[in-house]
């Protein structure tokens, strides 16, 4: 490079100043898809207008088109994780038969669902769980075999199992997967069957 | 199939096989939840293929469109006029071609309209129909009577069958109507934090069995566009565009998108341009 300096200042000095120009004709997309929901949008149901709403996570996650810097996703994920209520008993693990059962279902929050009944896991939607089941989507990593893969239910697994289901953004700032306790789908005793449904070696995940 | 209207000799037949078809489908579902093992959900798919296969045959729209031709032709409404000075946006009246290429810009609304928000306008100016009348139950529901504008939909696009989708992008209005869509599909809100592309940003995704359409590509936008409006044997009901995009929002534990409003267009703005260069099918069967 022999460019004078002075030529590179001002060369910095003209792409700065046409790009600002060419970034301020560029409407806010964003903003005006924002403005267009919340003007198009209407309760239904146990679908409260509200949930149009981004939480401050949605907000971060759609702003960096669910790939925030580094710094910032480390962030995000200490502010998720501390949403986590453990157990206060320390048993992270249920039965595996109920967590099945949660595990197929898929209801629960939309505005034709009765409100207040249990809400489904709706793993089977997205994971590859247990092997009697084949009509699984593709949308998560398989989870077959879970534990087995892991060396079996040690508490660790256990504890990133349950952290994972409650609030699956502590390890992934902006996972596809919902967090399930924190928004209060599932319950304690839901999440420690689904823990065991991954975890357990009786489990036919584990099988 | 209150809405059968006249039907065409060449359908008369097809009348028959669709009664035999609907006995059918009305034991699929049973099928399906009563068992559970794999080997005869397996055979249940592959039973309802079989079936839509036979009924794209002749098409259990053609009903619909039938009905749609009569109600575009009559006159009707306070101000007793008929749908043949309506603009779907390649002149008055002009029905061939339209559907695929909507949405477009309309100056007489000054917005961007698809197809059925474009009927409910032209029923509303033109024929004198309360607007609230036509929003308040919009969509075909089991044991109902087909609302009309879904009749009049089924006839537009039956009008545009085996023709290439070509939807304008010139208007300022009809590019901000595509970049608004593309944003509302990765809008992430909601108790489980979904977007459209959550389930429909991926290449080869599923739920449960159920294969997913990537929009942001041409192949999965057409996929995604082919077969509205369409029967749906869930139901049994005729069902459009409006309806499929507010279903994916109900899924999403959205909350209930207005109907015929900006955002629904601004999104089938996104999804139809994305599918442009490709051939629609006409109306359409689905599960």
């Known amino acids: 490079m022999n460019r004078h300096p002075a030529y590179l200042l001002l060369g910095v000095a003209a792409a700065s100043f046409f790009s600002s120009v060419a970034f301020a004709a560029e409407p806010d997309w964003r903003a005006e898809a924002i403005a267009m929901l919340k003007r198009d949008f209407q309760s239904m149901g146990q679908a409260s207008y509200e949930r149009i709403h981004e939480d401050d996570l949605q907000t971060l996650c759609n702003k960096f088109s669910n790939t925030p810097p580094e710094k910032v996703a480390v962030q995000m994920m200490a502010k998720q994780q501390k949403t986590v209520k453990y157990p206060a008993d320390g048993q992270l693990m249920g039965d595996w038969k109920s967590g099945e059962k949660i595990a197929q279902s898929g209801r629960g929050f939309t505005w034709t669902d009765e409100p207040g009944i249990p809400v489904g896991g709706n793993c089977y939607n997205c994971h590859q769980i247990s092997p009697k089941e084949i009509s699984y989507g593709t949308l998560g990593p398989s989870l077959f075999n879970f534990g087995k893969l892991r060396g079996g239910p040690s508490v660790e697994m256990q504890k990133y199992a349950y952290t994972k289901i409650y609030n699956a953004k502590s390890y992934n700032a902006c996972s596809n997967m919902p967090r399930f306790g924190h928004v209060g789908a599932l319950n304690e005793q839901q999440i420690k069957d689904l823990v065991a449904l991954l975890l357990d070696p009786e489990s036919p995940v584990n099988k | ?287």
């Open chain 2, 1 to 287: 199939m209150k809405n059968t209207g006249k039907l065409a000799p060449h359908r008369a037949g097809s009348a028959v096989l669709l009664a035999a078809f609907l006995a059918a489908a009305a034991l699929l579902p049973l099928t399906a939840h009563a068992q559970t093992a794999v080997v005869e959900k397996d055979a249940a798919t592959l039973e309802f293929e079989r079936f839509r296969a036979e009924m794209e045959e002749f098409g259990p729209s053609g009903l619909w469109e039938d009905k749609g031709e009569q109600l575009w032709k009559t006159a009707r409404g306070p101000k007793n006029a008929s749908l043949e000075k309506c603009d779907l946006g390649l002149g008055p009246g002009v029905v061939k071609g339209a559907y695929v290429q909507m949405p477009r810009y309309f100056a007489d609304a000054d917005k961007v309209m698809d197809a059925e928000r474009r009927v409910v306008w032209c029923m509303v100016n033109l024929q004198g129909f309360k607007e609230e009348d036509l929003t308040k139950s919009p969509f075909a529901k089991e044991g109902q009577d087909t609302p009309e504008q879904t009749s009049l939909i089924t006839y537009i696009a039956a009008q545009s069958r085996d023709m290439k989708i070509a939807v304008p992008q010139k208007h300022p209005k009809e590019i901000a109507a595509y970049k608004i869509g593309k944003e509302i599909t990765g809008y992430r809100a909601g108790p489980y934090d979904f977007s459209c592309l959550s389930c429909h940003g991926e290449e080869g995704k599923r739920i449960r069995m159920q294969n997913l359409p990537n929009i942001a590509s041409s192949t999965g936008a057409l996929q995604a566009f082919q077969g509205w409006p369409g029967y749906r044997m869930t139901g049994g009901v005729m069902l459009t565009q409006q309806w499929r995009m507010a279903d994916c929002f109900r899924q999403q534990r959205f909350p209930q998108p207005k109907y015929a409003s900006d955002a629904i267009t601004a999104l089938l703005t996104y999804l139809t341009v994305n599918a442009n260069g490709q051939v629609y099918k006409g109306p359409g069967i689905k599960r």
